[in-house]
T-cell receptor, first 111, second 116 residues
Framework: KQEVTQIPAALSVPEGENLVLNCSFTDSAIYNLQWFRQDPGKGLTSLLL?????REQTSGRLNASLDKSSGRSTLYIAASQPGDSATYLC??????????FGKGTRLHILP | NAGVTQTPKFRVLKTGQSMTLLCAQD?????MYWYRQDPGMGLRLIHYSVGEGTTAKGEVPDGYNVSRLKKQNFLLGLESAAPSQTSVYFC???????????????FGPGTRLTVT
């Protein structure tokens, strides 16, 4: 059974620093991996989607990488800002066409 | 273009009452999903639909029923609510299955349900 783990569960960093969020999954037979952002009391906003054949995707200050063979993905945030404070969720699409979520990393950017 | 909308936003039920949550999308998406989000558990899939008239069970389907009579709507029903169903419910949709494309899932804003 596919399991998705995100470490750390919470992270606080000073504004302006670059940071990396980690996601690992137990079964490498995935179609896609998607990173989401969730603000308190809100729904999920898609940040980046990486297909299984891709190694990385970039959008602005965000860069997501995927290493299927090792079951890992990272989300790199450059020059962090207070507005980046949110919970970041990683999710994988398995071969049964279902999406399995990690429990998220709560990120707090200190002004 | 409203994307994915959910009705209602908040609801309080007494144990044993029934209700229906409505999800609507205006993106002509084939696939629709219902999730629940609980502290410490992450998001878990309840039921999903791969097209109008179809439904399938997800990870935690017990106590819920769904219907997809129209392509744009996906209804989640609780026939006899229990306190264990207190949660935030999210609906999502996608254009196509993941295995065929790079299409993403789009989420609604959520429904906060409390069962007392």
């Amino acid at each position: 059974k596919q399991e998705v783990t995100q470490i750390p569960a919470a992270l606080s960093v000073p504004e302006g620093e670059n940071l990396v969020l980690n996601c690992s999954f137990t079964d490498s037979a995935i179609y896609n991996l998607q990173w989401f952002r969730q603000d308190p009391g809100k729904g999920l906003t898609s940040l980046l989607l990486i297909q299984s054949s891709q190694r990385e995707q970039t959008s602005g200050r965000l860069n997501a990488s995927l290493d299927k063979s090792s079951g890992r993905s990272t989300l790199y945030i450059a020059a962090s800002q207070p507005g980046d404070s949110a919970t970041y969720l990683c999710a994988v699409w398995d071969r049964d066409d279902k999406i399995i979520f990690g429990k998220g990393t709560r990120l707090h950017i200190l002004p | 273009n409203a994307g994915v909308t959910q009705t209602p936003k908040f609801r309080v039920l007494k144990t044993g009452q029934s209700m229906t949550l409505l999800c609507a999308q205006d993106m002509n998406h084939e696939y629709m999903y219902w999730y629940r989000q609980d502290p410490g558990m992450g998001l878990r899939l309840i039921h999903y639909s791969v097209g109008e008239g179809t439904t399938a069970k997800g990870e935690v389907p017990d106590g819920y029923n769904v219907s997809r009579l129209k392509k744009q709507n996906f209804l989640l029903g609780l026939e006899s609510a229990a306190p264990s169903q207190t949660s935030v419910y999210f609906c999502a949709s996608s254009l196509a299955p993941a295995k065929l494309s790079s299409y993403e899932q789009y989420f609604g804003p959520g429904t906060r349900l409390t069962v007392t």
